[in-house]
């Protein structure tokens, strides 16, 4: 890339940070210092606001740049990505919203242990939110690595290494002093820019095809290589039955751990009543299929504009597909027109990657300090030094996640966050359902849906080619693989509802009818909401 390029996109790059930064230094000056405050943002957000908000947090780096990407090289079997997030929207809306936002108070263990006991129902949920948290934060790190090695001409891996410190620490920034209020704001701010770069690029990729979707789609099959074979299902996930099982592992994941993403459930407590939470679900459900069909356009685009083989010659996992396609569309390499769109695209993919880092360390830190620490003490923590606690986890967990995302850095990031879903569909929403609508559902039956999820889903994953035994493996030298799929969500999800039940059948523990009959009351209504 041109010197231009690096240095408008570097400059937009710091005005997103100095704004952001500005945003969670004048929250932290205004802030009451609770944990009400610190989790929830005083749970003072409208619906409108929250809507943006939770779809600030949801439209990440593997949105933007991993699904346009796998789009790109494979077609209609990439689409799989753009249909699954999007579908698992209904899932969130019908299900948990209002149920969520009325039994719980920070945590998705709020909800589980409001009928059970509390200590171990707690340490679980907590272990596997952490879990799924650090496993989507690994995503974005990565997604942040590629787009610096694009910017910056592709050669630099102490640079990639760089830029994962630098988000790592920002987040941590952003947390430790702002706490919800200070990144709902940041990720309303990203989510209007993702939505306004999205909608220009789709304008001018359409504009580009005089607005012939299918002159479009005929070029890229034409450019990719594959011919009509690339408009048509079975390019990625097709060939055998191992491909085809893990198409449908991956579509189950998807379509099921939206529900049980701990930074998503936890945007439900940031409004005051349940009403709220259910019209904040549907201003982002307008705001995210919108953007979902965008990128189907953006990754056919970058096929059709560029061809497959010089997305996947610029990286092999196609992170890079939109800011590339950004920079033909504005005029090319050299182009003022270019260089302008090329650094607004770049930009606006870093600040996506800052906004939903920091909302999955908000989470993951208020599991650790709100269930994990609460629960290990011999009596209830104070909410002051819960809080602090909270931010001595978030610089732990972006230690924890920049070095996975060092080790992970050549994988594409959809591909990481549809293994994220795999554990969160496998873990938390076996007891998230069972708690809602299960009268019989006990303390046992709890931990055992989440531990008979967790640790297979991960197992299965360590076991699986992502890991080793492939040239696209996190350990591509060793081959230790035994599991044939790349995503366990197949195996692992029936498996935490099967251990859920079975853990409830077999206890000895006698269900609370009172303790149900008030969640059920709760639940439905609101009555003795927080």
């Known amino acids: 890339m041109s010197g231009h390029h690096q240095t408008l996109a570097l400059l937009l790059f710091s005005a997103f940070i100095a704004v952001t930064l500005g945003i969670t230094t004048w929250v932290s000056r205004n802030r009451r210092g609770s944990a009400e405050e610190f989790y929830a943002g005083g749970r003072l957000f409208s619906p409108l606001e929250n809507g943006f908000a939770i779809a600030g947090d949801y439209m990440s780096a593997a949105s933007f740049l991993g699904i346009s990407g796998l789009i790109a090289l494979y077609g209609y079997d990439g689409m799989l990505y753009s249909v ?4 698992a929207w209904l899932v969130v809306l019908l299900l948990v919203a209002e149920l969520v936002r009325n039994c719980g108070r920070f945590t998705l263990a709020d909800v589980v242990a409001s009928r059970m006991s509390e200590r171990p129902v707690r340490i679980a949920s907590g272990t596997s939110s952490v879990t799924v948290s650090v496993l989507y934060l690994v995503a974005q790190m990565v997604g942040a690595g590629s787009l610096v090695a694009l910017l910056l001409g592709g050669t630099s891996e102490a640079a990639r290494s760089w830029t994962v410190i630098g988000v790592g620490a920002l987040m941590v920034i952003y ?8 990144t709902t704001w940041i990720q309303i701010v990203k989510a209007v820019l993702l939505m306004a770069g999205a909608i220009a690029m789709t304008v001018l990729v359409l504009a580009r095809f005089h607005g012939d979707f299918n002159q479009l789609l005929n070029s890229a099959a034409e ?17 055998d039955w191992t491909a085809r099982l893990d198409f449908v592992s991956l579509g189950l994941a998807l379509v099921l751990g939206t529900a049980g993403l701990p930074h998503i459930l936890s945007r439900f407590y940031t409004v005051p009543t349940a009403r709220a939470a259910r019209r904040s679900v549907v201003w982002s459900i307008g705001l995210i299929g919108s953007f979902y069909l965008m990128t189907i356009v953006l990754g056919f685009g970058a096929a059709a504009v560029l061809g497959s083989d010089e997305v996947r010659k610029s990286n092999a ?20 027109g270019g260089t302008v769109l090329f650094a607004v695209v770049a930009a606006v993919a870093f600040a996506t990657i800052l906004a939903v880092v ?16 609460a629960s290990l003490k011999r009596r209830r923590a104070r909410q002051h030094s819960e809080v602090a606690v909270a931010r001595v986890a978030a610089a732990g967990i972006g230690v924890a996640a920049i070095a996975l995302g060092l080790l992970a850095r050549d994988l594409n990031v959809a591909f990481l966050v549809g293994l994220a879903f795999a554990v969160a569909a496998s873990a938390n929403l076996p007891v998230l359902l069972y708690s809602l609508f299960w009268r019989n559902f006990t303390t046992r039956g709890a931990v055992w849906a989440v531990y008979g999820g967790l640790v297979p889903a991960v197992l299965l994953v360590v076991l699986s080619p992502v ?9 591509p030298e060793v081959d230790f693989h035994v599991f044939p799929l790349q995503n366990p969500g197949l195996v692992s999800i029936p498996l935490g509802f099967l251990a859920g039940w079975v853990g409830t059948v077999t206890s000895t523990e006698l269900p609370d009818e009172a303790k149900h009959a008030e969640t059920e009351v709760r639940a439905l209504t609101g009555a003795g909401a927080v």
């Open 358 to 373: 920091a909302g999955i360390t908000l989470a993951s830190s208020a599991s650790v300090a709100h269930d994990l620490y």
């Open 84 to 87: 699954g997030f999007l579908v």
């Open 175 to 182: 947390v430790s002093l702002g706490g919800m209020r200070a």
């Open 467 to 475: 890991v080793s035994g492939s040239p696209e493996a996190l350990f």
């Open 317 to 336: 996992a196609g992170n890079t597909a939109v800011p590339l396609l950004a920079l033909d569309l504005g005029g090319g390499a050299g182009s003022t």
């Open 223 to 239: 450019r990719s290589g594959h011919g009509r074979d690339f408009l048509a299902p079975g390019l990625r996930y097709g060939g």
